[in-house]
């Protein structure tokens, strides 16, 4: 066990593997469900599985698991998303477009409004798992577009890595206006070190995914090739041998340990930063309070002596 968090009335347990909290409380798990919802940072999912297919409590965030979608039929949710569709609808007022219609409440539900880093990298992830997913021995297959999809995303993964990282450490958060994934490597790489700890560090795992990043950056250093038929002095981009025969599916399943590896360290970062808050809100409240600043605890201390 590494820490606890107070969560309202509930104490979550966050443990190194498999799951990050265990509450044995339907209610403590919505209102983690409800918390990420009005951080909109949407990276605590639980999960409802039956108790005996997990032979362990049955509400539990996941370690790796980081999606939009929380509870499929939680009404903290709908709460939520109703009261951002009305915001979203006074916001746009009168405006109208031939593209871009008004959506009912349900069209918002599968809108991703926020321009955040991690909500941008969830996008383009999902993006690319839906056409790997679609991808069929056609002629032409969406292969550059669907390398493109998966190369944007690492990107996104690292720059938010990098944004939240240096902000748990109090750094001013300036994230590379580049391109270039093996320059935000080295950014990235001791902030998801310092956020996993030696407990759960393995050097193997990030030498893999230092390896994946790298096969993409090789294929595309510029995130141009994959976009372009030419650079921009009118010269055709040379594509490397091995795009001219690959096995989509072992692409993806590298591509995903990619992006559950940034994933995760996201979320220990997320966790951290709210451990930091909250201990930050308890030395506030005792500062406030004469009575938890030590003025009944010294006669506990007088007893203690007698």
């Known amino acids: 066990m590494l820490d606890r968090i107070r969560a309202g009335e509930y104490e979550w347990e966050l443990r190194l593997a498999p799951a990050i909290g265990v509450s044995a409380s339907e209610e403590a798990a919505a209102e983690m469900s409800r918390a990420a919802l009005v951080r909109k940072d949407f990276l605590l999912h639980v999960q409802r599985t039956p108790a005996e297919q997990l032979k362990i409590d049955p509400h539990r965030i996941q370690r790796r698991t980081i999606t939009k979608q929380l509870l499929a039929n939680d ?69 550059l577009a669907l390398l493109q ?57 990030a030498e893999r995914v230092k390896a994946i990043v790298q096969a993409f950056e090789e294929i595309d250093s510029t995130a141009m090739t994959t976009r372009y038929p030419l650079d921009l002095v009118g010269n055709m981009y040379e594509r490397p041998a091995t795009l001219l025969n690959f096995s989509v599916k072992k692409m993806m399943a590298e591509y995903e340990t990619a992006v559950q590896f940034f994933g995760s360290a996201h979320l220990w970062i997320e966790v951290r930063r709210r451990i930091q808050e909250m201990e930050k809100e308890d030395a506030e409240r005792q500062a406030r309070s004469p009575a938890l600043n030590g003025e009944e605890g010294d006669e506990d201390d007088e007893d203690d002596l007698e």
């Open 149 to 205: 999809l998966c190369r944007h995303s690492l990107e996104l993964e690292l720059k938010t890595i990098i944004d939240a990282g240096r902000r748990l450490a109090g750094i001013t958060p300036n994230v590379h206006a580049t391109h270039k994934l093996m320059l935000l490597w080295p950014d990235a790489l001791p902030l998801i070190k310092a956020s996993w700890g030696p407990e759960v560090w393995s050097d193997d795992e």
């Open 75 to 143: 009404v903290g949710q709908r709460i939520e998303s109703a009261r951002q569709y009305e915001e979203a609808l006074a916001a746009r007022g009168g405006a109208r477009s031939v593209l871009f219609a008004e959506g009912n409440l349900d069209d918002w539900g599968q809108v991703a409004a926020e321009s955040t880093w991690a909500a941008l990298a969830f996008d383009f992830h999902r993006a690319a798992t839906i056409v790997g997913d679609s991808h069929r021995p056609e002629s032409p297959a969406p292969t």
